[in-house]
């Protein structure tokens, strides 16, 4: 039966929960009677206050207290309703978590996995939807990982959850009602292995999370003009699956690299700059990049019409890669709800 | 408190003054190539918290945290080698003076970014706690910490938790060179602003080891018997420079008075005296203690030094738990 990302989320943590009473899970309105957009709704009923529980608006102390408790024996899952958030706690993430293991000589790490939600669209404006995945990439000691499918959410978890190493874990808000299959039971994916969506010999396209939404929207719109394309859905971020990306390059000759982060040092400029510098005779033309702009989102409609990334501008660019004219106008007539939410089932507050 | 403990806390104090006056004597060999910042002058406090605190408690600390890893227990060695950069270090040399860590006696790690490892220290506490293991966690602080944001989060979290947890802090008036009155208002003492919180707090002298021990002695066994958190405060003083082994009262920053007061206050030879006084300890039982802590001194020198550089390539390992990343 096909479940929502969401509920894939909740079905993972749960998971996580019933086979290891050392996992505990905690983070604002955890506990409260929308529990995270589903995502933990009810937990602390099946595994007890102590180990599911709400938190001070405390993101730094919390985000050390996750360290210190991993430190001793447990295997914490902290969760922000947004990315932006987080931010508060970027010291211990970053100078803590990240660093534990080296500062300290391969004693011990850190096995924490820290949820954000990344925001977009509807509102959510300058402070509700940063998607900066290239910050926490940086970062040697970090691993960050972006599911996109229902699956991938409850393997990708799980596999964060039990990864003995601090993972960031960035859900999209517009990815919580896609439905999907989701097997049962322990299924932990590895990190770090991208999956290849479509294939083909055209260009290859490189997405992750959100983004790989509207790139198969676009690869299968080509598809019917006789362009097929490989998507890969890169599913983690670092550690990043070069040899899948490299593979592809090879065998398409060129490569448009999607992030839904900002344009400047993001992740799609690394992949261009790896392709370009180690693989540059792969390469039929330069490799392009689609990105979101060097300005904060908005939160007026009006001013997110242009603002982000879609199936037609990818469209649009592999035709101006393969030079040659691609038809977009039926792509965009297909959208049939306003371009500032995710679906007909988002109608806000949040 | 029993002569036992009272020659114990002497001997810790002699052994970190010891430790710290010869990093400062052989600092300017350039082969300690790394930032230290030496506590000399706040012994007593860490020496006290060692003798209360229990190995299998856990401790962390900040930037000056020499005499905290020393009085826990942990090994002398490891730290001189640490501080050389060593493959035999406490850290295998990625982390020299601030990156501290003997897990082997519950020195949990030290770091260097001011209030860090608070947070850190109540998380540990949180399996204590759900386990009832009998464990304490021990947050060592100085008294810029309180004023860091993740500081009272911290405290609040423990208080709302009753976590056992113990924030030491020794105030010694200065946060690098920035006295406590340009970092706080006039009149207000740490300890009843983190009061505010909800829990049981202490202020103290910092330079009386045995008070500091009976003071620690009832907040550990409350702490430990599930009475939630407490905070400590004791007043000392830091005698050398901020970062490095030299005096720095020629910058102006604190006056000749002051620094000359607090040096009549030295905590190591007020103990010293006081058990010679009381018949705790001779002259020739100091002297004995002495020379067994000038001869590990020097054994851990040597170790220091005849010990290898982690290779070249170390530097590329211990980020991520497998080689892949």
Redesign the interface.
């Known amino acids: 039966m096909a479940t929502t990302f969401a509920a894939a989320i909740r079905d993972g943590l749960a998971t996580a929960l019933a086979v290891d009473d050392d996992v505990i899970c905690f983070g604002l309105g955890t506990d409260d009677p929308k529990g995270v957009f589903g995502t933990t709704l009810d937990l602390h009923k099946q595994f007890g206050s102590d180990r599911v529980f709400d938190m001070p608006t405390s993101e730094a102390a919390m985000t050390g207290f996750a360290i210190g408790a991993a430190l001793n024996g447990m295997r914490p899952v902290m969760t922000h309703q947004r990315l932006d958030f987080a931010l508060l706690s970027l010291d211990q993430l970053v100078n803590n978590a990240a660093k534990w293991r080296f500062m300290f000589g391969g004693k011990r790490g850190v096995p924490i996995t820290i949820r954000m939600i990344i925001g977009r669209g509807w509102g959510q404006g300058p402070t509700h939807s940063q998607s900066l995945q290239s910050w926490f990439a940086h970062i040697p000691g970090l691993k960050v990982v972006m599911p996109t499918t229902a699956e991938d959410a409850k393997g990708l978890l799980l596999g964060a959850i039990f990864d003995d190493d601090p993972v960031i874990f960035l859900e999209h808000r517009w990815l919580h009602n896609m439905k999907g299959e989701v097997p049962a039971g322990d299924v932990r994916s590895p990190l770090g292995k991208a999956r290849i969506v479509r294939q083909g010999d055209a260009v290859t396209i490189v997405a992750m999370s959100y983004m790989t939404v509207e790139a198969l929207h676009a690869v299968d719109h080509l598809a019917t003009q006789g362009i097929a394309c490989d998507l890969i859905d890169l599913r983690s971020i670092r550690p990043l699956d070069w040899p899948a990306v490299i593979a592809s390059v090879q065998k398409t000759g060129r490569l448009l690299a999607l992030d839904s982060g900002h344009l400047t040092g993001g992740v799609a400029g690394e992949i261009v700059a790896r392709v370009a510098t180690d693989h540059f005779a792969s390469l039929k033309s330069a490799p392009q990049r689609l990105a979101a702009p060097d300005v904060p989102e908005a939160t007026s409609p009006a001013l997110t019409k242009n603002y982000h990334v879609r199936a037609e501008h990818i469209a649009e660019a592999v035709g101006r890669m393969l030079g040659r004219e691609v038809e977009i106008a039926s792509l965009v007539a297909q959208r049939t709800f306003p371009h500032d939410v995710p679906g007909t089932w988002f109608s806000g507050p949040f | 408190m029993n002569p036992e403990t009272s020659r114990r806390l002497l001997f810790d104090m002699l052994r970190i003054r010891s430790v710290e006056e010869t990093i400062a004597a052989r600092y300017g060999e350039q082969k300690m190539r790394c930032p230290t910042h030496l506590s000399v002058g706040q012994e007593a406090v860490s020496a006290a918290a060692g003798a209360v605190l229990r190995p299998t408690d856990?401790a962390?600390s900040g930037h000056r945290a020499h005499a905290h890893y020393l009085a826990k227990g942990g090994s002398l060695k490891a730290m001189i080698a640490e501080i050389y950069g060593k493959v035999t270090?406490?850290?295998?040399?990625?982390?020299g003076s601030m990156?501290l860590?003997d897990?082997s006696v519950g020195f949990?790690?030290s770091?260097a970014?001011v209030g860090?490892?608070?947070?850190?220290?109540?998380?540990?506490?949180?399996?204590?706690k759900?386990n009832q293991t009998g464990q304490i966690?021990c947050v060592f602080l100085g008294d810029a910490v309180p004023e860091t944001?993740?500081f009272f989060?911290?405290v609040?979290?423990a208080v709302?938790k009753q976590l056992p947890v113990l924030f030491l802090c020794e105030n010694n008036g200065y946060s690098v060179y920035s006295p406590l009155s340009v970092r706080q208002p006039p009149g207000r003492k740490l300890y009843e602003l983190v009061a505010g919180f909800g829990l049981k707090t202490h202020h103290g002298d910092g330079n009386d080891a045995r008070a500091v021990y009976a003071a620690l002695s009832e907040g550990v066994a409350a702490i430990r018997a599930g009475e939630g958190p407490r905070f400590y405060e004791f007043e000392t003083y830091r005698w050398r420079e901020h970062c490095g082994p030299m005096y720095d009262n020629d910058l102006g920053y604190r006056t000749m008075a002051e620094f000359e007061a607090w040096k009549l206050r030295d905590p190591v030879p007020a103990l010293q005296r006081a058990l010679i006084t009381e018949a705790i300890v001779t002259a020739a039982d100091v002297a004995d203690m002495q020379a067994e802590i000038d001869a590990e001194i020097e054994e851990a020198f040597a170790f220091a030094e005849s010990s290898p550089f982690p290779p070249p390539e170390d530097a590329f390992?211990?980020?991520?738990?497998?080689a892949?990343?």
């Open positions: 856990l962390v270090g406490c850290a295998r040399g990625k982390g990156h860590v897990e949990m790690g770091t970014i860090g490892t608070v947070p850190v220290g109540v998380g540990l506490s949180y399996p204590m759900l966690s944001g993740v989060e911290s609040n979290f709302v390992t211990d980020v991520y738990a497998s892949a990343g």
